[in-house]
């Protein structure tokens, strides 16, 4: 769901219309205007290019065969729009390959288990590859059980969580997953930062009246914005469109600089999401007897370990899709009756701009920015 | 997690410590202040007479025996001090078994399983009690399974929703629940309520130093104030602490009398708790193969019918208790360490405040307002 102020990564319509639109200052390419990761030239590339390019990034970085799988996950994340967590991190995986913090021949394996409770550990392989494996065991689990969970320690950033949403929702799953971070998040009544902003993905099947697989597809970390967002409204000279944190007199502000002086970032919900944030993080470091937040050093090319949690439902063992698809027909519907602040802007459901962004997306090309793309060639170099 | 200016209703700790000096206008009882829901008069009364009077007014409602546990979920909320979801509710609970929108005697019941995930309907019976019997029968799941879950469908208000998380937590099982309610909310870019506050709660098993059992347990709704805390702030003239919705002009504002006069309350978080909220409810509506938010009417007194989720996960199936509350204290730990906003208020787990309140109502007496005392026993008359 958005307002037109939204500075939500996942809905980059605006922009990637305006990326049809040429500028004088980008070389005549286009250029994409709106959207908080956009003050860059942006440059449109197929689909399978940018799936190529990144595998044989991938495999020069040592990934072998399964360079494939997880340049899919990369080239799909920047299908989808969400630009933060796709190409853009290509370098620094590149770069904790290199420091030996992350093995790119490990794999996931399972520790131990329990019925449909299961342990694995990603022995701080690929964190992406480590996650669509261990989502791929819970939907297993799932299939047997009615539902199931895969508990994941040591293993290292899963890029974007969604993918994993995605993942399951697709295949008839509805799923549950959340990762822990290094602390990045002041909790609630406190000025230095001690809980992660550990991302939660919540996704539900479902297909759109002409039967094609449109999922719910919800991808929030517990900060209201993230460093890099702060930073981008700051290069542009604007301010946030909410609060965002703390200024030094402790007041809420909406200017993104003060919030990099204070490293007082806001948690969604305040309170609310300063304790959501602390459970997901003592819950994952639990089931998966992992790392929990308190144990990452602040360096990011040293965050490795993280503890992460796949649960899978399949409720299609109970109700016939078609009755699981008129009661998600019936709720967004619904919510398509909300009177819109602004007149043409329905409010949308999590996934719904996604979807709009991918079909754009593979018809035209997969929007990039260029100083992204740029370093991705030097990978390949 | 709190600051002192948290208008949190699991945090009363200040305004229990002004509950022992008495106030003229209070008859010379004592007066609570400093809490949201303490602009009246407060009394003390011991559990034992508390859970007893709750036990007459059911029975003479028609619980029969199971009425018994039903005040004994009731009088524990006043003990933790949610003075919203206690004794303050049981009226309308007994209006709504009175307009028969609550069956009395109504029990609930498996409707269909498939491995560890599990159908039930609520018949309409007692909320609480549908509540308490699903997380009872995921808990057994969850021993069984390693983790286990019950959809709840045509259930009724379960009263206080973290009830549930300590049922799990004290007896080994982290668990997950939540429950869909009537459209209170606009979604995320809209005017008008087409989301419900959707009530989440996270609860992890653990136990203190001292070998006691000292469960973290969220409990949120995806409001980021209830009405019940605007017109609390309103009575007493104040501002909110933070903006809590919006006003005629369409700015975030401070002022709840504004906020009620839009119905426009913000959702934690923004867009994102716009987007949890929705897909809480989808989820429950699925998996319950019950009612969604938009299948409710607005008057609260027909909310019935409600989808709920009951996850419950066993760790200990895995991993010793002592290595589960080496992992939770270390977490702790760390937490309270973060720099304090006001010097000597430490950031606090979520749970952390409820231990404390628990330990002063036992000793104390459970404070409880006095005119929903008043309510009650004329209940009894």
């Known amino acids: 769901m958005r307002a037109s102020n939204e500075p939500q990564r996942n809905t980059a319509a605006a922009a990637s219309a305006s990326l049809t639109s040429s500028d004088a200052s980008c070389g005549g390419r286009v250029f994409a205007t709106g959207a908080v990761s956009s003050n860059v030239c942006m440059i449109r590339v197929s689909f399978g290019e940018l799936r190529g390019r990144i595998e044989r990034v991938l495999l020069k970085l040592g990934l072998g065969h399964r360079s494939r799988l997880a340049a899919q996950l990369i080239a799909e994340t920047d299908r989808d729009g969400v630009r933060t967590h796709g190409i853009a991190r290509v370098p620094r995986f590149a770069e904790m390959v290199r420091l030996g913090r992350i093995d790119p021949r490990a794999e996931p394996k399972r520790v131990s288990n329990f019925g449909a409770l299961e342990r694995w550990t990603g022995h701080r392989g690929p964190g992406n590859l480590a996650a669509h494996a261990a989502m791929a065991r819970a939907m297993a689990l799932a299939r047997e ?212 962004i991918r079909e754009e997306s593979l018809r035209l090309g997969v929007a990039v920015e260029e100083p992204a793309w740029k370093a991705l060639l030097q990978l390949d170099a």
């Not at 399951?168 to 609630?188: D, I």
């Open 145 to 356: 059980n009615g539902l199931g969970a895969v508990a994941l320690a040591d293993t290292t950033h899963w890029m974007r969580g969604g993918s994993y949403g995605w993942q399951a929702a697709e295949a008839g799953f509805a799923a549950m997953c959340w990762t822990n971070t290094l602390p990045n998040l002041p909790p609630w009544g406190a000025t230095t930062p001690a809980v992660g902003n550990n991302p939660l993905v919540i996704a539900v099947p479902r297909h759109d009246a002409a039967g094609r697989s449109a999922p719910i597809v919800l991808d929030i970390a517990m900060s209201q914005f993230s460093y890099g967002t702060l930073s981008a409204y700051r290069e542009r000279g604007e301010l946030l469109p909410f609060p965002g944190g703390f200024d030094e007199r402790g007041d809420l502000t909406r200017d993104p600089a003060a919030i990099e002086r204070t490293q007082r970032a806001l948690p969604i919900g305040l309170w609310k999401g300063s304790g959501l944030a602390f459970v997901l993080d003592v819950l994952a470091a639990m089931l998966a007897d992992g790392r929990a937040t308190y144990e990452f050093p602040s360096d990011p090319l040293q965050e490795v370990g993280q503890s992460q949690i796949f649960l899978a439902l399949a409720p299609s063992a109970l109700t016939s899709m078609e009755e699981l698809d008129r009661i998600a027909a019936g709720a967004i519907d619904f919510l398509h009756t909300a009177t819109p602040i602004e007149p043409g802007h329905t409010a949308r459901y999590p996934g719904e701009g996604t979807l709009r």
